[in-house]
């Protein structure tokens, strides 16, 4: 199965530290997108990768940041957790940047922050 | 910018019965509506999209509507299965905004054998 994969799975931290989470796209997709999702609610956009460039951004504060590799995976850093933070982070992958393509989601990494 | 609006949060149905789900959207910019269906512990997969310039779109039990003068469209599950039983979530994109989507609250599915 060729579809979207995150790392790690599960993650623990406490408050003030820092997390890289990582995520591999479709093969051929070269835009990558980071949703947040708190329990019980919708994902909320954080970033858009395309073509290794930030082509949107959610609103989401400073100490979240992300990039785009040559291979088109990404990782989404996040700075001085919160409590707050704990969630479950989704990476979206698409063909390509614009709308009206469909995006797939993988499995998330679920964030724990104590 | 957007903002989506999904109801009812909870939606209880026999089996065999059929499901709705409504949507209102607030941009009239946004023109690509997905619905996603999330299990539990699983991450959203797609199950129908509509564009706008097209008014229903149908796939075997699932059907999806959308009113563009309105600003809502809607999620049709007919001859409901307890398969069906998840979450769902409507979903819009604004023109020009690129692949950010901006989701519902979503609406919990039991389908009660």
């Known amino acids: 199965d060729a579809g979207v994969t995150q790392s790690p799975t599960h993650l623990i931290k406490t408050r003030g530290q820092h997390v890289t989470l990582r995520c591999s796209p479709i093969?051929?997709?070269?835009?990558v997108s980071w949703y947040q999702q708190v329990l019980g609610q919708g994902p909320q956009f954080i970033f858009q990768?395309?073509?290794?460039?930030?082509?949107g951004r959610g609103n989401f504060p400073d100490r979240f940041s992300a990039r785009q590799f040559p291979n088109y995976s990404s990782e989404l850093n996040v700075n001085a957790l919160l409590l707050g933070d704990s969630a479950l982070y989704l990476c979206?992958?698409?063909?390509?940047?614009?709308?009206?393509?469909?995006?797939?989601f993988g499995p998330g990494t679920r964030l724990t922050v104590l | 910018g957007e903002n989506v609006e999904q109801h009812p949060s909870t939606l209880s149905v026999q089996e065999g019965d059929s499901a709705v789900i409504k949507c209102t959207y607030s941009?009239?910019?946004?023109?690509?509506f997905p619905w996603y269906k999330q299990e539990l512990g699983k991450r959203p997969q797609l199950i129908i999209d509509?564009?706008?310039?097209?008014g229903e779109k149908k796939d075997q039990r699932i059907a999806v509507t959308l009113n563009k003068t309105a600003k809502h469209f809607s999620l049709h599950i007919t001859e409901t299965q307890p398969e069906d039983s998840a979450v769902y979530f409507c979903?819009?994109?604004?023109?020009?905004?690129?692949?950010?989507?901006?989701f519902g609250g979503g609406t919990r599915v039991l389908v009660k054998p």
């Open positions: 979903a819009a994109i604004r023109r020009a905004a690129g692949n950010k989507l901006t």
């Open positions: 941009d009239s910019a946004s023109n690509y």
């Open positions: 509509i564009r706008s310039n097209v």
């Open positions: 979206a992958s698409s063909a390509w940047g614009g709308e009206n393509n469909e995006q797939f």
């Open positions: 093969s051929g997709h070269k835009s």
């Open positions: 990768y395309y073509e290794k460039e930030e082509r």
